[in-house]
């Protein structure tokens, strides 16, 4: 029941991740980027990297900022990511992404 438990929690935390993830890649390229890739918009998502990090730690780097936009923009329909992120974690889309 224990490890039936844990691996539950590990798979909704992981879940909920990947959506929170694929939310703000969105919301940066469609409020902050505007859908463009303009040079003031990379100074910008340096910028709002600092800014979450210090406010949220580790894991909203600027690095981190441009997966998120690059996992949003390969994955435009967010219903396709809902019907997957049980199946496939962070990781697994980073890895898809990066191909």
Not at 25 to 40: D, F, H, N, P, W
Not at 46 to 63: D, N, P, Q, V
Request: charged share 25%; aromatic share 10%.
């Amino acid at each position: 029941m224990i490890e039936e438990t844990r691996s539950a929690v590990a798979t909704t935390v992981s879940a909920g991740l990947t959506m929170l993830y694929w939310h703000i890649g969105k919301r940066i390229q469609e409020e902050i980027l505007r859908g463009g890739r303009a040079e003031y918009g990379q100074e910008i998502v340096i910028s709002l990297g600092r800014e979450l990090t210090a406010e949220f730690g580790r894991g909203f780097e600027e690095k981190n900022l441009r997966r998120m936009i690059q996992f949003a923009e390969a994955f435009p329909d967010e219903e396709i990511i809902a019907a997957l992120r049980r199946q496939l974690s962070w990781t697994h889309f980073k890895i898809l992404i990066l191909s």
